[in-house]
């Protein structure tokens, strides 16, 4: 959905942004190559003279126009630094379970739409995607390409990292000012009342199950560390549907 | 996501749902065939005595057993109400401006998991699906389909009705306690500051504009009858996801 006035920030919806990772970019502007030089090139039909968006990926944005299309490559000259779109008010870490290949994906896809800062996979007791699948750096690779794609699309500025698949243990080892841990009710279970306080905290980790949820000895673990329970609704939500909710939860918990 | 209790309200979630619109069902019990036999028989490999529920769609819900397997059909015996899942306190009419086949198929799934009473998909000026995709009555009963499915999945009780396609200015008219129009922040718009009232109002329109978004005019017609606005976060949603996030704001405004 796009925006329904006339600009967005400092960059108008219909500007096509480039991630470039490299630092800040030279005063005389930069060139692509590759994959981006082809997507400018073929993909987005760009001429000299477009008007284009460079991001890095950690918060900073640049607006300038396509230079030179040679055999090498695209320039893109007269860069100005912009204003990036604001990040959410706590630094949300999302926290899930291993999913299969297209689930995992729209999550770290939706995750990065909805402000996540960090992504980080989980290993649980009810994970049934096999370990070849997500052991090797090959998925992990793919899911932050993923990001970097989606980042470009709902036009931030930041890149969540993600993570290397982690214990739920080990998870909830890490600092965070809030864990939030995501439940659907259930009778007799301990009650899901998480309210915001009234200033975002500075972190905040957002657990969410895998498709079979969670054991509830996870449960019992994270509450002893002082996890707080988040509900999510008295309906059962597909496992690649819950951390969207989870998400827009948390982050509009503070005004977005 | 499972609860990871042992029980959710009175059907565990192991339990699995049938649809059986057609009222009360008699006592002595009720028969299945077609399709719903077969999924009972060949996708469920259920056997008599094991435990099944029943829902009409319209908020009430039984348990039973399987009983007799026949050639025509499967029989489900010993029949009794059960308290389904509670529907949101509000009743929410999610009107969206029509997307493409599967876009529009996972805001319809979507919407029935998040609590939707009601879908209205919208014919808009930014629509961009052809008239010949959604004018006949196939595509409305494809996702009536789609909306009953879901309800079995997500175990809720009420299957949200599928209007026919109408126009905003029709949509607008129709009666409704509180409208909001959703819109991602733009310089120079009206501002999004919608808050939820203490007490629930008993229905609620909930406008989401198709890939495109709103025409200047339309939310300015909104406005003009009253619609508040709600937005969605910073970032450019993906116009199927836009849904899910409008409805968790609306469906966890008055505690779920």
Redesign the interface.
Known sequence: ?????????NTP?SIPRVYWPLGEPHSGGVEFTGDEAHRLRHVLRMAPGDAVSLFDGRGHEWTGQVGALTRQGVAVVNLQPITP??EARASITLAVGVLKGDQMDAVVR?AT???AAVIQPLRTAHVTVPPKAWQSGAARERWQRVAIASAT????AVVPEVLPVADLSACLRASAALRLM????????PAADWRPAAAPPESVLVL?????????T??EQAVAVGARLL?????????E??P??AL??V??AWG?
Chains 1, 2 share one sequence.
């Open positions: 959905m796009r925006p329904w006035g006339a600009k967005s920030y919806v779109i604001p939706d739409m909805l402000g699309q709902c036009r931030r995501c439940v659907e009710p259930a009778v007799g279970a969410v199950g895998p498709e079979g949820g969670w054991a509830a996870e449960v509900s999510l609704g008295p309906r059962t939500l597909r496992a549907t819950a969207v909710v827009t939860l982050s509009s977005w």
